[in-house]
């Protein structure tokens, strides 16, 4: 199937307009239309190497909604004409004790990631969503529910189901008390996910221009980094915290927040952080632990959660040539919500 995305050809280059083809449909593909690709900030990471092993040329994205096109002959579950969406894996194993589990994202022999990967097969390329379609075997489709609106449901594939999991492995229910660090793509999920889960949730921020913004997604309480009276105050008031602040910080700051037995999760930075204080951990029984996205039953769990409690990112929607400019914005650290390409009007 050819078509045509946007690539970056180096860690250093822009992303241009890119022409390739994609796998003729195996019995188990569905090939999708892609009509909303949201943009993540591990986009960034990726096409500029930030984490190492970047392959080129990269189409990125892997928050994908579309639209179904064709199917392969033994595809039983979708049908040409269906909603449905892709996250941040096509493939794995489906046979190791995770796989088997429903954590595809932790496959002993290595999950294939959406874009950036090498295909399970033929060694080729995984190209994303930045593009006018893609092939995605069977059990990585996911069904979008007609309750939710298309054009913001593709941040829930990474930015979703990345808060989601961790909410749900720590047992979050009423009566939680939850904070979350950041309140850009993930954090502002984080927020609505956690309220919508019974919690009372504390937003923790180093930009006082972010408390009303807090408060408008349902955040009960806030708390200013730089405020050294309001964080002591707050010592120990915390069940939980999510993490999502995407570069190297300091964490000692956020720990004596946690309560006894309290766990800090780690979502957003992918590397190294400031040296931590032990102390507060030893004292408590306090924890550091992280967590990479879900596997692909609780994926299609949290777009049921948000189409019943009708939550939905805060988008603002761009188009595919102004990409560069919105990879721009995000590397400024202007963006506290989620950017998404409207594919549909993107012919090259």
């Keep these: 199937m050819k078509t045509i995305g946007y690539a970056a050809h180096n860690a250093q280059s822009n992303l241009e307009p890119f022409h390739f083809e994609h796998r003729a449909l195996r019995e188990n593909d569905v090939a999708i239309e892609i009509l909303y690709s949201g943009i993540c900030h591990s986009d960034l990471h990726q096409v500029h190497d930030d984490w190492g092993g970047s392959l080129y040329p990269m189409v990125p994205g892997h928050e994908i909604v579309g639209r179904v096109i064709e199917v392969g002959s033994q595809v039983k579950n979708y049908a040409v004409g269906d909603s449905v969406a892709v996250g941040c894996m096509v493939d794995s194993c489906q046979s190791c004790d995770q796989c088997d589990a429903g954590e595809e994202q932790f496959c002993r022999k290595g999950m294939t990631p959406t874009y950036n990967g090498k295909d399970r097969h033929t060694g080729e390329l995984t190209y994303g969503g930045y593009a ?3 092939v995605v075997r069977e059990e990585f489709v996911l069904r979008v529910p007609d309750a939710l609106d298309i054009t913001r449901a593709a941040p829930i594939l990474c930015a979703g189901i990345t808060t989601y999991s961790p909410l749900k492995e720590f047992n979050v229910t009423k009566g939680s008390r939850v904070g979350v660090v ?14 919508a889960l019974g919690a009372t949730v504390t937003v923790i921020t180093h930009s006082a221009s972010k408390i009303d913004q807090a408060k408008t997604l349902g955040a009960q309480q806030t708390l200013l980094s730089s405020d050294q009276d309001a964080m002591q105050a707050a010592s120990g008031s915390l069940d939980l915290i999510i993490n999502t602040v995407p ?3 300091d964490l000692n700051p956020y720990l004596p927040l946690l309560d006894v037995k309290g ?5 957003g930075q992918i590397g190294p952080v400031e040296e931590p204080n032990i102390a507060p951990m030893i004292m408590g029984r306090r924890g550091i632990v992280g967590s990479l996205i879900g596997g692909i039953p609780q994926t299609q769990e949290v777009l049921d959660f948000c189409a019943k409690h009708d939550i939905h990112p805060e988008c603002e929607l761009i188009k595919m040539q102004d990409i560069n400019d919105a990879f721009k914005r995000l590397a400024n650290g202007e963006v506290s919500h989620r950017l998404v390409i409207d594919m549909q009007n993107f012919s090259g």
């Design 132 to 134: 006018k379609h893609i």
């Design 263 to 267: 766990m800090m999760v780690m979502v």
């Design 182 to 195: 950041g309140l850009g793509g993930l954090g502002h999920m984080a927020v609505k996910l956690a309220k």
């Design 247 to 249: 570069v190297k910080h």
